[in-house]
């Protein structure tokens, strides 16, 4: 597998979902374009723009730019940068501010940062006026390959992640790679854990690919490119097939069934970004597999080599404060797991890998064994 030459023509990877379909446009320098987009796509159109400090501080100009370009009226509302402000506050101000912006039915919101504000606007969005359409302009690696795509919108519960939400697709994805550029070297590793994360589960090819190719990734250009492009059309595949996770939408959340709970038991907090636990939790889902023997003990390790590699962590014992909020105690990890959106009839829901580029969905795990499991890597 090879990244194509030219990065200079935008990819487009349709998400097929009958009515509700809609396209993720890819490439360097695809922002400006994003006003004639809309036009395009809903002539006539009033829009807000909701994001965060960081990225208003190097986006918000360009974005309000390219609407008013194209004739389109727009507001703005800033919220606060991380996962305190996917919050029920959080909500209430995005909500009142998106009513006092007189944002109709027929109107557009757009949600312009990382995951945090992509998942917030989305649920707005979902629930103003009882639906309103939006678009996504991710400015995160983690946002532009998993969260901006599939429409899982919401925020966090004191009781665990992403607990209060909707399914809401949006109407466009514009996903520019340049600004993946401000982005600190820590956010575009924990964005890196989602791009690794297709390959591990149903592409050991592209996962080869990654392995001989993540260097230039972060370098930019066409590696970048076609690194999210063919992320996003592993999980549009699977979205395509199963909306709402019924049936093998599940296989996407390998290693969050872990990372959740570490990401819980952290507070949401800065010590251990979204992508971090899912790389830390990915780990622990392929040697979990390699104890019940449905892959080998090299195949847990070659996943383990490459987040390394890329300066993710991959053990408990790497996350910051490992000792503090229950991050050392199995029991208090089985507990936050068993808040998990996956549990069924309180039953645990793991995915495992029976190969790298295979994973499989698996709800009969005993909670014994995994905490056992836990106790072990807590101790190792």
């Given at each position: ?42 002539p006539g159109v009033r829009t807000a723009i909701i994001t965060d400090r960081t990225v208003a501080s190097h986006w918000l100009a360009a974005t309000e730019a390219s609407l008013a370009e194209a004739g389109i009226p ?18 209430e101000k995005v909500s009142e501010a998106l009513v006092a912006a007189r944002i109709e039915r027929n109107d557009l919101v757009i949600a312009l940062g990382g995951g945090v504000v992509g998942d917030l606007a989305g ?54 790679t340049a600004v993946l550029d401000t982005l600190s070297p820590r956010q575009f590793r924990s964005g890196y854990a989602e791009v690794a994360k297709y390959g591990v589960l149903g592409d050991e090819a592209f996962f ?173």
């Amino acid at each position: 597998m090879t990244a194509p030459l030219n990065h200079f023509t935008p990819i487009t990877v349709e998400v097929a979902l009958g009515e509700r379909a809609y396209d993720i446009i890819i490439g360097r320098d695809v922002l400006p374009s994003l006003g004639a987009r809309i036009q395009a796509l809903r002539p006539g159109v009033r829009t807000a723009i909701i994001t965060d400090r960081t990225v208003a501080s190097h986006w918000l100009a360009a974005t309000e730019a390219s609407l008013a370009e194209a004739g389109i009226p727009t507001s703005h509302f800033i919220v606060e940068d991380g996962e305190g402000s996917k919050s029920y506050a959080g909500l209430e101000k995005v909500s009142e501010a998106l009513v006092a912006a007189r944002i109709e039915r027929n109107d557009l919101v757009i949600a312009l940062g990382g995951g945090v504000v992509g998942d917030l606007a989305g649920f707005a969005a979902a629930i103003l006026r009882r639906g309103v359409d939006f678009v996504q302009v991710p400015t995160s690696l983690l946002a532009q390959v998993d969260s901006s795509v599939g429409g899982k919108t919401g925020i966090n519960s004191p009781h665990g992640k992403n607990l209060i939400g909707a399914f809401h697709q949006p109407l466009l994805v514009v996903a520019d790679t340049a600004v993946l550029d401000t982005l600190s070297p820590r956010q575009f590793r924990s964005g890196y854990a989602e791009v690794a994360k297709y390959g591990v589960l149903g592409d050991e090819a592209f996962f080869a690919w990654l392995e001989a190719n993540h260097a230039e990734i972060v370098r930019g250009g066409a590696a970048r490119e076609h690194a999210i492009a063919t992320s996003c059309r592993a999980k549009a595949g699977v979205v395509a097939r199963d909306e709402r996770g019924d049936r093998v939408r599940a296989v996407l959340n390998l290693g969050h069934t872990f990372g959740h709970a570490l990401e819980a038991a952290t507070g949401f907090s800065d010590r251990l970004f979204h992508g971090e636990g899912v790389a830390v939790g990915m780990v622990l889902a392929a040697q979990l597999s390699a104890q019940l023997g449905m892959i080998a003990d090299s195949d847990a390790a070659r996943v383990q080599r490459h987040l390394v590699e890329f300066g993710l962590p991959t053990r408990l014992q790497d996350i910051a404060g490992f000792t503090q909020e229950g991050l050392a105690d199995a029991d208090a990890l089985m507990a936050l797991m068993a808040q998990d959106k996956k549990v069924k009839r309180g039953k645990l829901t793991f995915i495992l890998l029976e190969a790298i580029g295979q994973a499989v969905i698996a709800n009969d795990v005993e909670p014994a064994v995994v905490r056992n499991f836990l106790q072990a890597k807590l101790s190792a």
